[in-house]
């Protein structure tokens, strides 16, 4: 038996502990949660959660993991707590530190925690129905924890390991923020269909229907992304000429900025959070 006390289960919170208890490959993980909304609590008690509390029980030696799924804010108090009721648990015993929150690194985490055997996760939002893409970055766990881990962490789509804080703060600048640039790239083409006569929402529909299908072309063939940029465009034709207009624009440099920056305000935010604690 592997037992899981997940605490927080906001919107990642909830979409990591929803693919996990929907999708989870060992039936004998259970779950208990921790989360002050009552709602939420009966929505995961129907999914399976096995205990349900409003706030973080006072023995956790008998978890195998902690999940942090809370605001990075809200994690100090937390962890010094954590690290208190596990104060009289040798280190063998005391279980798994899991967390999702972003910018709280490694050394913090085992400084404020007192827990040795680390993971730091940065999924995405498609994770909810098993469609992200989660990265993770275990630290000090034996080859038993980290299958473990490994299976929970599949149910949310692709997995991606890495080896440094630095590389989550990569990894959240281009994938964990990948939904918010897709729905503004969708949201950007929504607004410039108006001048064709489109409504909004019509065409956000309709471009959200296109997106779905195109890459379900491109992850379906054994064909690279630029083939299909180029496949269909034809030479002279109207693809071709939108694609002329958007490399006038330097769009792709636009891209390089745009990443570049969400990077360096990770790494801002990882220093900030290093000097809070």
């Known amino acids: 038996m592997f037992k899981i006390l997940a ?3 906001g919107n990642m919170g909830g979409a990591c502990l929803q693919a996990m208890l929907v999708g989870s490959k060992a039936d004998d993980t259970l779950f208990d949660i921790v989360d002050r909304n009552t709602e939420k609590r009966k929505i995961f008690e129907s999914l399976g959660v096995r205990n349900s509390y409003s706030k973080v029980p006072t023995q956790l030696d008998n978890y195998d993991a902690i ?3 809370i605001k990075p804010l809200a994690s100090a108090e937390l962890l010094f707590g954590i690290k208190n009721a596990l104060a009289n648990v040798s280190e063998q015993k005391r279980p798994l530190l899991i967390s999702m929150m ?3 690194t490694m050394d913090a985490l085992e400084q404020n925690s007192g827990i040795h055997k680390r993971v730091r996760i940065m999924p995405n939002l498609p994770v909810r129905y098993g469609r992200g893409t989660c990265a ?3 630290l000090n766990l034996n080859a038993h924890e980290l299958k473990r881990i490994e299976v929970c962490l599949q149910t949310m789509g692709q997995l991606v390991r890495l080896d440094s804080d630095d590389a989550l703060d990569r990894f959240t600048a281009l994938i964990g923020s990948g939904p ?3 729905y503004y790239f969708i949201d950007a083409m929504a607004h410039a269909a108006k001048t064709l006569g489109f409504e909004h929402q019509e065409a956000s529909e309709m471009l959200a229907q296109t997106f779905l299908g195109s890459l379900e072309l491109f992850q379906k063939a054994n064909t690279g992304i630029e ?3 180029d496949r269909v465009a034809s030479k002279g034709g109207s693809t071709r000429e939108a694609y002329q207009i958007m490399d006038d624009a330097n769009l792709q440099n636009c ?5 570049n920056a969400a990077y360096q305000r990770n790494v801002e935010l990882r220093k900030g959070s290093e000097n809070e604690f």
């Open 180 to 182: 918010g640039y897709c």
């Open 102 to 104: 972003a910018g709280i």
């Open 67 to 69: 999940l942090l799924g």
């Open 136 to 138: 993770w970055y275990p």
């Open 255 to 259: 891209f390089t900025s745009a990443l």
């Open 7 to 9: 605490i927080g289960c």
């Open 227 to 229: 083939t299909w940029k």
